[in-house]
């Protein structure tokens, strides 16, 4: 209940947009988070995270990384500069080898650009309209780790009937009864199913692939 208050309660309604998420912890408790808020222009940040870890000292680690970004935005709509504030921020309180990959999403929802900085996420999948596929890959290394590091940004645009998938490695690194790994391709495959569905759609797609492959297995 605790861990939930610090997930948004609503997604925000953007004209012309479709918006869904799905978070399904591991364990009771878990170090994967996102957050969505709106900067004083109309643009959008999404963040998509995830602390190396599991159970409680992962869910701390969250809250702590969560509060870091939403002060640093405050200040601050680049990506890039968010992310390296964060770092410098974390590093000394980061104990134990923890760490976090996180991906910053400035989202235009006027002409559809967005601009990106990715420390170690996994890259998210954007499926065009022509079944073509790319992925947003990482622009810097995870934070937590190392002080000062070089982290760059990338802008692309979106047109009207593209799709961006943003997922953590919950997803491509669960494993079936026969310890088979879900992996990258299987997912980008079942996104390749989902031409004609809305965001839910696409999510219970996915989530439902994972289900079937993952059988009985934790």
Do not use: C
């Not at 937590?144 to 979106?158: Q, R, W």
């Amino acid at each position: 209940e605790i861990q939930t208050t610090f997930l948004p309660d609503v997604i925000p309604a953007i004209l012309g947009w479709d918006l869904d998420i799905h978070w399904r912890p591991a364990r009771q408790v878990g170090g994967d988070f996102y957050d969505l808020f709106e900067f004083p222009d109309g643009k959008i940040g999404l963040i998509m995270a995830d602390v190396a870890d599991k159970g409680m000292p992962a869910a701390l680690f969250m809250v702590l990384t969560r509060t870091l970004i939403r002060a640093a935005a405050k200040d601050n709509t680049s990506p890039s500069e968010i992310l390296k504030q964060v770092n410098d921020l974390l590093v000394p309180d980061s104990k134990h080898g923890m760490f976090v990959t996180v991906l910053i999403a400035v989202i235009s929802p006027v002409d559809g650009s967005i601009t990106y900085a990715n420390a170690g996420h996994n890259p998210p999948i954007v499926h065009r309209t022509d079944n073509t596929q790319q992925e947003l890959m990482p622009t810097g290394m995870a934070l937590g780790i190392l002080d000062k590091i070089p982290i760059k940004e990338n802008t692309i645009t979106v047109n009207p009937g593209d799709r961006i998938i943003f997922y953590t490695d919950g997803v491509t690194e669960a494993f079936s009864m026969e310890d088979e790994m879900f992996g990258v391709e299987r997912l980008r495959s079942t996104i390749m199913t989902t031409k004609d569905l809305n965001a839910n759609g696409i999510l219970r797609t996915i989530e439902d692939a994972l289900s079937k492959f993952l059988g009985d297995a934790p």
